[in-house]
């Protein structure tokens, strides 16, 4: 079968660091992904992994280990705008992206 | 913005109607597909595209059916709502795969089954 979990809810401070973790089971893997998803928006791109390692992409990183099935998104310097929900999601193979049920990050003041 | 857009954006409905709704893309790509969001469910996939004519079902196909007579539209119909169905319904389109295997969302459409 399927599986992808990561945390429900998370709450961090403005101007810190947050990391959300994903773990996953599927039956192939061609490539992980995170995407933030605004109360009432749609879903949108974050960042791709499909080798082991770190991808930087400004304020955002996300780690990558196959072996492990495990990801990690790195949020550094939280802003307000933060505020969302953070997706996790995996491609089995290449028609499909199976979704995570997304974590709710809360940034306090 | 990936050029594609969903209709109608709001709907509500009353049980054992018919629904209909439209995706559109602007973007020539192969990939289409249908899924639900609910809470504490997240995303889940409907149904999907992978070419004109060609689809294929997902994890929570029960319900609907969908056509693709053209590149650039995908419709999902409830052929008859329930109230089960009530939900948020995001198309997403995708160029291929490696790099380009992320998918870009719709709008999303709002739909109330009474």
């Known amino acids: 079968g399927q599986n992808i979990d990561q945390p429900t809810e998370m709450t961090a401070t403005e101007g810190a660091i947050v990391q959300i973790n994903c773990t996953y089971q599927?039956?192939?893997?061609?490539?992980l992904f995170w995407y933030q998803q605004h109360a009432g928006e749609a879903p949108t791109f974050l960042s791709y992994n499909v080798l082991d390692g770190l991808e930087e992409k400004g304020r955002f990183s996300s780690f990558l280990s196959r072996s492990k099935g495990y990801s990690y998104l790195l949020l550094k310097e939280l802003q307000m705008k933060d505020s969302a929900s953070y997706l996790c999601a995996v491609s089995p193979r290449d028609d499909k992206i199976i979704f995570g049920k997304g974590t709710r990050l809360h940034i306090l003041p | 913005d990936a050029g594609i857009t969903q209709s109608p954006r709001h709907k509500v409905t009353e049980t054992g109607t018919p629904v209909t709704l439209r995706c559109h893309q602007t973007?020539?790509?192969?990939?289409m597909y249908w899924y639900r969001q609910d809470p504490g469910h997240g995303l889940r996939l409907i149904h999907y595209?992978?070419?004109?004519?060609?689809?294929d079902k997902g994890e929570v196909s029960d319900g609907y059916s969908v056509s693709r007579s053209k590149t650039e539209d995908f419709l999902l119909t409830l052929e008859s709502a329930t109230s089960s169905q009530t939900s948020v319904y995001f198309c997403?389109?995708?160029?291929?795969?490696?790099?380009?295997?992320?998918?870009?969302f719709g709008p999303g459409t709002r739909l109330t089954v009474l």
């Open positions: 595209s992978y070419g004109v004519k060609d689809t």
């Open positions: 599927t039956s192939g893997f061609n490539g």
């Open positions: 973007e020539n790509h192969r990939y």
């Open positions: 997403a389109i995708k160029a291929g795969t490696g790099r380009d295997n992320e998918q870009f």
